[in-house]
C-alpha cells in the first residue's frame, strides 16, 4: 500500500503521457504483487483439502479443471484476508465435510481403532497374567539362573555350530 | 483355562459366547462391505422413486420468481427438470444451448421449471458459463453436495424429469444432442 | 480366429482347475490315490494352458487386434513392443488373467515338490489352491473375457462379446485407445508384477494351513513346509509395495511416494499382517506356542489380499489405482465371505488341537516380545481398516461423506511405529523362553549410551525436532543393537574358530541365514526409517511462475530457470516439453543441471509429468514442471521440493532385498523338514 501511495506521489508530477503509461502499468504490477496470495500460501491450506471430482488426491497436485478452479477461489478469498480456518469452513458449507483430510467428528474415526488397540492389549495383558501365574507357584528356579541364561546360550549356540561344522 | 500341562486337554472348544462375538462381529463386517458394494452398484435412481424434497439456494440474478430459494415440494403440480452440471465439464457445454432453448419454449406455459443444480463448482466460473451460454432459468449451487448425493449421480451432465406428482419419471445421462430429445421427454409428460 | 480359441483355452484351464478340486477332495475322502495323482496332473496342467491364453493374448496385443476390447483399450499404434506386452496387466481383464497365470506357476512348482513326508496335505493343498485359481480363472470366463471382440449390431451400437450376436459383423478400430501413459512408467512396469507376485504367493502357506485344519495335523510341519515361500511372498510383496512408492515419487509429481491413498493401503495391509506371521511362525516353531494365532494371521493375510484385490477392482472405492467399475464386485464379496467363514468355521472347529504345548515363562523373553509386536501390527492394521471403511460406515449410516486422508493415518499410526521400532531394539537381545529386566539391561545399555550419543550430536547439529530426535535416538537404538548383537555372534566365532572377522561374519550369516538375514532385514528398515523421518518432518516446498533467467529459492538452494524447448516425437506418439533448470546451492556453487519434463500422449491426450532430481543422502531436489499452468519462456511454474534424507529410503529398499534374499534363498536340502516332537521348552534355540 506504502509503495502504490508513494508512486503515485511520483506519477502525477510528470505530464508525459508515455511517463504516464509506463508508471500506470508499474503501478498495476505492483498491485498485483502486493495484494495476490503466492502460490505457496495457497498450496499450503489446498495440501488438506480434498475435491470430490478427484477422490483421494489432494488439491494441491489435483490436475482437473474444477480443482484448479478451487485453488484459484482460495487466492480469491485470502486476496479478501480471510483465514485459514475461514477457508476451509467456507469450503465445508459449500462442499461438503469430505474437502477435509480428516472426518470432521474426530472422536468417532479415533475411538474406534484405539478401543481394538486397548481390547487387544488387554486380552494379551490377561493372557499373560493367566500363563505366567502357574510358573510363579511351580519355583523360582528359572529366575536365578536367568542372568547366566543369555551367556549359556550363547555358548551352547557357538558349541552347536561347532558341532555341525565337523 | 490354564493349561499347565504338555498332555493335550480334554477335547474343549471355544466357549460359545465368544463363537457368537466372532461370527456377529464377521457378519457386520461383511454386512458392511456389501452394503458399500451394493451402493456402488447401483448407478443412479431410478424412474418411478418419489423424490425426496430438497431446498436449493439461488444465484442471484438465477433467482426463481423471485425467491433466492427453491423447494422442490414447492413446485408439486408443474413438471421439474433438474439439470446437473459444472463450469469446468466439457460435455455440459454441448447440451447448455438446447437447455435454454427448451427453457424459453415452456417457461411461457409456466407448466415447466428447470432448474441447474451447479455440481462442484466455484460461484465466478459458474457465473462466466451461465453468462456465455445465456442461460436464464433458476441455477443454484449444490450445497455440501447434497442434492447429487441424493439421485447419486455418476458425473455430470445429467438431467432428471420430474413429473406433477413428483416422482421422477426419466433420467438422462450424459448431454442431450438436440432441442426434440428434451420435448420428446417433456411433452408426454405435460399432456398427462 | 486366435481370439476364440484363446477363449476356448480359458475355458478348459477353468474346467481343469474345477476337476483338480474335485478329484483331489473326492480322491482323499474315498482313499482313491490314483484319482489324488489326477489331481496332481490336473493341477501342473494348468499353467501350460494358461501360459497359452496369455501368449495368444499377448500375440493379439502385439499385433495390434483392435476389434479384441481388451486388446483396444490399453495399447494403440505408436506404443513401443515391450509396452504392447507388458499392457498384459495394464487392464482388468488382462491382469486377472496375470493373476491366474502366476497362480497356477505357484500352485505347480508346490505340487512338484517331493510328497512323500506329507501325502496327506497334498490333496488339500490341491484343493485350496484349486479353488482359488478356478475362482480368479472364473472372473475372465463369465465377466472379463480378455478375448470378448468389439461388433457393431443392426442399430448401430458397438459392444464387446465373447459370442457374435446375430445380425451383428466385427467391428474394427483403425487405432487404439492407448495405455494411461502413467502406467508407461518402468516402475509400473515392475510395480503390480511384484504386488500379484507377493498377494498371490501367500495364497500358497494359506493353502498348507487350511490343509493342516483339514486333516487334524496342526503341529509346525505346515509351517516349516511354507516357511521359505511365507518369506519370498514377502520379499515380493514388499517389493511391489515400495516399487509402487518410487513409481508415485517418480511420475504423480506429489513429492512424496506414499500418499494413504485407499488402494495403497488395501496393498499394505496383508503387508502388515504376513509380517506379523511372519515373527510369530517363529514362537510357534522355538515354543509351540499360539497354533491358533499364526492360525487366524494367515487366514487374515490371505483374505486380506482378496479384499484388496476387490476394492480396487469393484468400484466400491474410487481412487487413482482403480480400474474401471466392473461387474466382478459381487463375486469377489461372495467368494471374500465363503473364503472368511470357512477359515474361521475350521479354526474354531479345531481350536483344542490349536492350544500352546508349553507356557509362557517371562513376558521379556523374545516370544513376549514378538506377541508385542504382533500386537503393534495389528493395531496399525485396525488402524488402517478403519480408516478404509470409516468413509463408507458414514455414508451409509449418516449420508456424509468424509475423507480419511492421511492426517488421520499419520497420527494415529506413528506412536505404534516408534513402538514397534523400540521393539525392534530390544527384541534381538532377549532369549527364547527367558529374560528379566536385568538381563536385558546388561546388554542394552551400551548400544543405548551409542544412541544416545548419536542423538546428541544430531540435536547439535542437525535438528532440534523432538518428534525427529526421537525417532534418530530408536532408529539408532536398534542399529546399534543389531550391529552389537551381529558383531558379538561374529567374535565369538573369530575366537573358536580362528577365522578372520570378515569370514566369521560370512560364515555367521551361513550358518543362521534367517536370523541374520532378519538382523540385515532390520537394519535396512532403520535407513528407510531415517528416509520416511526426513521426508515426514523436513520435507519443504514452492511454488512459482518465472521467465528465463529467474529463479526460485527454497532452503538454501537457488533454481534457475535456463532455458525451456518442446518438440514432438511422431513415432512415439509423444510430445516433449523440457525445461532445463540450474541449482545453486548457499555459497553460489553450481550443483548440477535438471531437466524437468512435460509429457503429452497423443492417443490418450494425457500429460505426464517428470521431475528433474539432483540426489544426494542429505538431500534431494525435486523440481517439477506444472503441467495445468502454461510452460513457455515468459513464464513457466515449477514446484519444487527439497525431501531430507529421502535416499536412505531407497538405499535402505536395496539392503532390504539383499537381507530377504539371504533369509529366504533355498537351501539344498530346504526340502528335508523335520518334525520335532516331545519337550522344546529348552531345547529351543537360536540357532535354526
Known amino acids: ?89 467456507y469450503f465445508v458449507t459449500y462442499y461438503g465435510a469430505r474437502v477435509l483430510s480428516e472426518p470432521p467428528n474426530r472422536l468417532a474415526s479415533y475411538l474406534v481403532p484405539a478401543l481394538a488397540f486397548l481390547a487387544g492389549a488387554f486380552l494379551l495383558f490377561r493372557g499373560f497374567r493367566m500363563w505366567l501365574k502357574p510358573l510363579a507357584v511351580e519355583s523360582a528356579v528359572p529366575t536365578e539362573d536367568a542372568e547366566a541364561f543369555p551367556q549359556d546360550e550363547y555358548i551352547r549356540r557357538m558349541e552347536e555350530e561347532l558341532k555341525k561344522r565337523k | 483355562m490354564t493349561e499347565s500341562t504338555n498332555i493335550a486337554p480334554a477335547r474343549k472348544g471355544v ?178 | 480366429m486366435i481370439a476364440d480359441f484363446g477363449y476356448g483355452v480359458l475355458v478348459v484351464a477353468f474346467l481343469t482347475a474345477l476337476y483338480s478340486v474335485y478329484a483331489a477332495v473326492y480322491g482323499e475322502l474315498k482313499k482313491n ?71 497356477a506357476a505357484f500352485t505347480s512348482l508346490v505340487t512338484l515338490r517331493k510328497w512323500d513326508r506329507d501325502r496327506e496335505f497334498l490333496p488339500w493343498v490341491i484343493a485350496v489352491g484349486g479353488v482359488t485359481m478356478a475362482f480368479f480363472i472364473g472372473m475372465n470366463v463369465f465377466f472379463e473375457n480378455p478375448f470378448a471382440k468389439l461388433y457393431q449390431t443392426f442399430n448401430g451400437n458397438i459392444a464387446a462379446y465373447t459370442i457374435q450376436p446375430a445380425n451383428s459383423i466385427l467391428f474394427t478400430p483403425s487405432d487404439g485407445r492407448g495405455l494411461n501413459p502413467l502406467l508407461r512408467h518402468p516402475g509400473m512396469i515392475i510395480h503390480p508384477p511384484m504386488l500379484y507376485l507377493g498377494f498371490v504367493s501367500f495364497v500358497i502357506p494359506y493353502a498348507f494351513a487350511m490343509a493342516a485344519l483339514i486333516t487334524g495335523r496342526t503341529d509346525d510341519r505346515w509351517i516349516r513346509i511354507t516357511r521359505r515361500w511365507t518369506l519370498w511372498a514377502w520379499l515380493f510383496l514388499s517389493a511391489g509395495l515400495v516399487l509402487g512408492g518410487r513409481w508415485a515419487y517418480d511420475v504423480l509429481g506429489w513429492g512424496g511416494y506414499w500418499g494413504w491413498d485407499p488402494v495403497e493401503i488395501a496393498a499394505f495391509m496383508p503387508w502388515l499382517t504376513g509380517t506379523a506371521f511372519l515373527h510369530s511362525v517363529m514362537i510357534q516353531e522355538k515354543r509351540g506356542l499360539f497354533k491358533y494365532w499364526n492360525m487366524l494371521l494367515i487366514v487374515l493375510t490371505y483374505d486380506l ?17 482403480s480400474f474401471a467399475q466392473s461387474a466382478i464386485g459381487p463375486a469377489f464379496f461372495a467368494f471374500i465371505g465363503i473364503t472368511l467363514i470357512t477359515s474361521a468355521g475350521l479354526i474354531l472347529y479345531r481350536w483344542d488341537m490349536l492350544k500352546s504345548e508349553t507356557k509362557m515363562t517371562s513376558m521379556l523373553s523374545r516370544e513376549a516380545l514378538f506377541l508385542f509386536n504382533n500386537l503393534l501390527f495389528m493395531g496399525i492394521l485396525v488402524i488402517c481398516f478403519w480408516g478404509v471403511i470409516y468413509p463408507l460406515i458414514s455414508e451409509l449410516f449418516t449420508g456424509q461423506k468424509v475423507t480419511v486422508g492421511p492426517p488421520f493415518y499419520e497420527r494415529a499410526t506413528s506412536p505404534l511405529f516408534a513402538a514397534l521400532l523400540l ?114 518432518l523436513f520435507q519443504v516446498e514452492t511454488q512459482g511462475t518465472i ?45 548440477g543441471n535438471l531437466h524437468p519434463r512435460k509429457d503429452f500422449y497423443f492417443d490418450t491426450q494425457q500429460p505426464m509429468t517428470i521431475p528433474g532430481q539432483l540426489a544426494s543422502l542429505k538431500d534431494e531436489v525435486y523440481v517439477l514442471l506444472i503441467d495445468w499452468e502454461p510452460i513457455n519462456q515468459e513464464s513457466t511454474t515449477f514446484k519444487i521440493f527439497v525431501n531430507p534424507l529421502v535416499n536412505w529410503l531407497w538405499l535402505g529398499s536395496l539392503l532390504f532385498f539383499v537381507g530377504v534374499l539371504i533369509a529366504a534363498w533355498p537351501e539344498r536340502d530346504a526340502e528335508r523338514v523335520t518334525v520335532r516332537t516331545g519337550k522344546r521348552a529348552h531345547q529351543a534355540s537360536a540357532a535354526d
Not at chain 2, 49 to 76: C, I, M, N, W
Not at chain 2, 173 to 187: A, H, K, M, W, Y
Not at chain 3, 60 to 67: G, I, K, M, Q, S
Request: proline fraction near 4%; include cysteine.
Open chain 2, 15 to 192: 466357549p460359545l459366547w465368544v463363537q457368537v462375538i466372532i461370527w456377529v462381529f464377521l457378519a457386520g463386517l461383511l454386512g458392511i462391505v456389501a452394503m458399500g458394494l451394493n451402493r456402488a452398484q447401483q448407478g443412479t435412481i431410478q424412474p418411478g422413486h418419489a423424490v425426496d424434497d430438497f431446498t436449493l439456494p439461488l444465484y442471484s440474478g438465477y433467482e426463481y420468481q423471485g425467491a433466492s430459494e427453491v423447494k422442490l415440494s414447492e413446485l408439486r403440480g408443474k413438471i421439474v427438470v433438474i439439470n446437473f452440471w459444472a463450469s469446468w465439464c466439457k460435455p455440459c457445454e454441448q447440451e447448455a444451448a438446447e437447455l435454454q432453448s427448451a427453457w424459453e419454449q415452456y417457461e411461457p406455459t409456466g407448466e415447466v421449471v428447470f432448474l441447474g443444480v451447479d455440481y462442484v463448482d466455484t460461484e465466478p466460473q459458474a457465473r462466466v458459463y451461465l453468462k456465455k451460454f445465456g442461460i436464464t432459468f433458476p441455477n443454484g449451487p449444490d450445497l455440501a453436495t447434497r442434492i447429487s448425493q441424493y439421485f447419486r449421480i455418476k458425473g455430470v451432465p445429467e438431467t432428471y424429469f420430474i413429473d406433477r406428482e413428483g416422482v421422477l419419471r426419466y433420467v438422462q445421462v450424459g448431454p442431450f444432442t438436440s432441442l426434440q430429445q428434451i420435448q420428446n421427454i417433456i411433452d408426454p409428460l405435460l399432456s398427462e
Open chain 1, 1 to 89: 500500500m506504502l509503495n502504490r501511495a508513494k508512486l503515485r506521489n511520483y506519477a502525477l508530477p510528470l505530464a508525459l503521457l508515455a511517463a504516464l503509461a509506463v508508471s500506470l502499468l508499474f503501478v498495476m504490477t505492483a498491485l498485483a504483487q502486493d495484494d495476490m496470495p503466492t502460490d505457496d500460501e495457497v498450496n499450503k491450506i489446498a495440501k488438506d483439502l480434498y475435491c470430490p471430482v478427484c477422490e483421494s488426491t489432494p488439491l494441491d497436485v489435483c490436475p482437473t479443471e474444477a480443482c484448479r478452479q478451487w485453488r484459484e477461489l482460495i487466492r480469491q478469498q485470502l486476496a479478501e484476508g480471510k483465514s485459514e480456518e475461514e477457508i476451509k469452513q
Open chain 3, 423 to 536: 521393539l525392534m531394539g530390544i527384541a534381538p537381545l532377549s532369549a527364547w523362553g527367558h529374560s528379566t529386566l536385568k538381563t536385558l539391561g546388561r546388554a542394552i545399555w551400551k548400544p543405548a549410551v551409542g544412541a544416545g550419543i548419536i542423538t546428541a550430536i544430531l540435536a547439535f547439529t542437525y535438528t532440534q525436532n523432538v518428534i525427529a530426535l526421537v525417532g534418530f535416538f530408536l532408529i539408532a537404538l536398534v542399529i546399534l543393537v543389531t550391529l552389537y548383537e551381529y558383531g558379538r555372534g561374529a567374535l565369538a566365532r573369530q575366537r573358536s574358530q580362528g577365522e578372520n572377522i570378515f569370514l566369521a561374519f560370512w560364515n555367521l550369516t551361513g550358518r543362521n541365514r534367517r536370523r541374520y538375514g532378519g538382523y540385515i532385514i532390520h537394519i535396512s528398515m532403520m535407513l528407510m526409517a531415517i528416509g520416511i523421518l526426513g521426508i515426514e
Open chain 3, 305 to 321: 489380499v482378496i479384499f484388496g484385490t476387490f476394492l480396487t477392482r469393484s468400484g466400491v472405492l474410487s481412487s487413482v489405482h
Open chain 3, 33 to 103: 490315490p490314483p484319482l489324488v495323482e489326477s489331481a496332481r496332473r490336473a493341477m501342473l496342467l494348468t499353467w501350460p494352458l494358461l501360459t497359452l491364453a496369455a501368449g495368444m493374448l499377448i500375440y493379439l496385443l502385439v499385433n495390434d487386434h483392435y476389434e479384441v476390447q481388451f486388446v483396444y483399450e490399453v495399447t494403440s499404434r505408436s506404443m513401443p513392443l515391450y509396452l504392447k506386452v507388458t499392457a498384459w496387466w495394464g487392464g482388468q481383464a488382462g491382469s486377472l488373467l496375470f493373476w491366474s497365470w502366476l497362480m
Open chain 3, 547 to 591: 521467465a528465463i533467467g529467474d529463479s526460485l529459492e527454497l532452503s538454501g538452494y537457488t533454481i534457475k530457470y535456463k532455458e525451456v524447448a518442446s518438440w514432438d516425437n511422431p513415432g512415439a506418439g509423444v510430445n516433449y516439453t523440457r525445461a532445463v533448470v540450474e541449482v545453486y546451492d548457499a555459497n553460489g556453487n553450481l550443483l
